[in-house]
């Protein structure tokens, strides 16, 4: 399948999943910092400004998205559950952890964890996962921080 813009071919899924990071670690990192270009050029729209404007007519408004561009969040919505997670966001694949640093661009030598060794990926759910466990407690408490 190719998509407009990133010059590389990526099967659907093939990029996305456990098995396409541990196959081939820098086609998954390359078509993420594809997309996260993409992303940095994108603006919230009417609809996510509607939901701040929302959020200020009700108190304890939390935003439950599935999103994972950030948009709610630089619209202004303060209280955001990302159901699956955050394109902008690291983690290791060992340890479970958010690592503190930006993803790498597609030219960039792809990333390890600097506790474990173990591969980084983007913070975001993968098919096959289940939805991050503090984001689905979060949501069952009524979008109490824990």
């Known amino acids: 399948m190719r998509r407009a813009g990133c010059g590389r071919k990526y099967r659907p899924g093939g990029s996305r999943d456990t098995g396409g ?3 081939d ?4 990192w390359d078509w993420y910092a594809w997309r996260r270009g993409l992303i940095a050029h994108a603006q919230p729209n009417a609809g ?3 939901l701040v404007a929302l959020a200020r007519c009700i108190p304890g408004f939390t935003l439950v998205t599935q999103n994972v561009d950030g948009l709610h969040q630089r ?14 966001r690291t983690r290791c694949t060992r ?12 030219d960039d030598v792809v ?12 913070d975001v759910v993968w098919f096959g996962e289940a939805i991050p466990t503090a984001a689905l407690e979060r949501r069952v408490r009524g979008g109490e921080a824990l």
């Open 48 to 50: 996510h400004h509607a």
């Open 21 to 23: 990071l541990a196959r």
């Open 95 to 106: 340890e479970g952890l958010l690592v503190e640093e930006t993803m790498p661009a597609a």
């Open 75 to 88: 619209a202004g919505s303060t209280d955001v559950i990302e159901f699956h997670g955050n394109i902008g």
């Open 25 to 28: 670690p820098k086609l998954v």
């Open 111 to 122: 990333r390890r964890c600097p506790r474990c060794g173990a591969w980084l990926r983007p």
